[in-house]
């Protein structure tokens, strides 16, 4: 079904084995250079700490009885529940692409139709979760619409292998439960202490999902002031300020912006997608339900 509906442009080319899928995530040198290796799953987790510079690491401890299954086989997300991670930039149309922003700000282009329909619905769920066989149906029975779909449900395992895939990208996360909509963030945006002190140094910083994520400039420099002091218009005063002292760089079209004006328009426009983007991310604290 995705062979024929979309060729090669898929975010799932690998098989069903998770350290093949997720060696594959990786640059393609540094992917081919793991597997030459012939390494067991335990070593290339292990070189994959080293090759991201990852300083936590999380462990499931299980019982010498226990039966492992390392297989990741679609028919497991049943019972999962899928949030998105993701935010649409440009939906699928005449460019016959889709783009997304990723939480660190990055952006991920989708170029087949398929791909980009299973994503765009994830995107729509904001920080809603939805059963994943409940999105799975959504996203076959749409296409059905202008793609012929001779077996659904081999269609709705292919989409969620594509799914799988989207998970080890982070582009959604994969819960047992439902998830419940995140509350508001406070009129007046704090960060995590120890991100906010990372940003400081200028270090890489740690998220709740034990990830580590870069902060440009800007970023960094919003983050250490989102103390929980100021709302926004006393954030982009501060930032403007922080500018004019030359604290951190701005820059359009790779050329720094010099007049103040322009400047506060950039940092006004800029600041809403960065406190969504660190939102998501789990590193700017929200209120209590």
């Not at 290339?44 to 462990?59: A, I, K, P, V």
């Not at 980009?116 to 999105?135: H, M, N, W, Y």
């Amino acid at each position: 079904f995705l062979k024929a509906a979309a060729g090669k442009n898929l975010l799932y080319l690998g098989d069903a084995d998770p350290s093949t899928m997720i060696v594959d995530n990786l640059p393609e040198v540094a992917a081919k250079t793991l597997k030459e290796l012939n390494l067991n799953l335990l070593a290339t987790e292990q070189y994959m700490d080293f090759l991201r510079n990852r300083t936590f690491r999380s462990t499931l401890l299980c019982h010498a009885e226990s039966k492992l299954d390392r297989a990741v086989d679609p028919a497991r997300l049943s019972d999962l529940e899928v949030t998105a991670m993701i935010a649409l930039k440009e939906p699928y149309g005449k460019k016959k692409r889709a783009v997304f922003l990723g939480v660190n700000g990055a952006e991920l282009t989708v170029n087949d139709p398929i791909t980009a329909e299973l994503f765009t619905q994830v995107a729509a769920l904001g920080r809603k979760s939805i059963p994943c066989d409940q999105l799975l149906e959504s996203v076959v029975s749409t296409l059905s619409s202008t793609l012929e779909v001779k077996d659904a449900a081999a269609a709705k395992a292919d989409i969620g292998r594509i799914l799988l895939n989207g998970y080890f990208k982070k582009m959604v996360d994969l819960t047992l439960g439902p998830v419940s909509v995140r509350p508001a963030v406070s009129a007046n945006p704090q960060t995590i202490p120890l991100a906010r002190w990372q940003a400081s140094k200028g270090l890489k910083v740690s998220t709740p999902r034990l990830d580590m994520i870069d902060a440009d400039q800007f970023v960094g420099k919003l983050m250490t002031l989102c103390d929980g002091t100021r709302d926004r218009e006393a954030l982009i005063n501060a930032m403007a300020e922080s500018l004019e002292k030359k604290e951190f760089i701005l820059n359009e079209n790779n050329k720094p912006i010099t007049d103040p004006d322009r400047a506060r328009k950039v940092i006004e426009t800029l600041y809403p997608g960065v406190i969504n983007n660190l939102t998501q991310a789990g590193i700017i604290l929200q209120e209590a339900l």
